[in-house]
């Protein structure tokens, strides 16, 4: 074969690539991150299904993750098993929905004095709540 017809196929080639790559950007449309999430509507747990099961999984996750305080991994596996068809319940109340008021106010001034890590060991003496949640919810104070 010579070289000039070599080079037409891989021209012909590169040019069937990326037609084939331009069509299927073109059938999926717009990327789904670019998407604005809808807001929650009234029932939760419908707009979370709602969302899934339209493919919007991240989207369905980040909203159940606001509307309970869930970690990402239990609010994932919520959304997996509205999904699947099954139903699911909140259960109890994230970390530092029940915290006590002066616990709170305790925290909230050790950390205006600039020692979070005596904040974080108060809520935790207080709360029982693991080290990762005390410290997410001194940080949000």
């Not at 939760?44 to 709602?50: C, F, K, M």
């Amino acid at each position: 074969m010579s070289p000039a017809v070599q080079i037409a196929l891989a021209v012909a080639l590169v040019v069937v690539v990326f037609l084939l790559l331009l069509l299927l950007a073109l059938r999926r449309g717009r990327p789904r991150d670019l998407v604005a999430p809808d807001r929650p509507a009234g029932d939760g747990q419908a707009e979370v299904l709602r969302l899934a099961r339209a493919g919007r999984t991240v989207e369905a996750v980040k909203v159940l993750r606001e509307q309970t305080g869930l970690s990402l991994l239990d609010a994932k596996r919520a959304v997996d098993v509205l999904v699947s068809g099954g139903t699911w319940s909140p259960g109890p109340p994230a970390p530092g929905k029940g915290v006590d008021d002066a616990v709170r106010a305790e925290a909230a001034r050790l950390l205006y004095r600039g020692k979070k890590i005596q904040a974080i060991k108060v809520v935790r003496e207080h709360t029982h709540m693991s080290l990762a949640d005390a410290k997410r919810y001194v940080e949000g104070l």
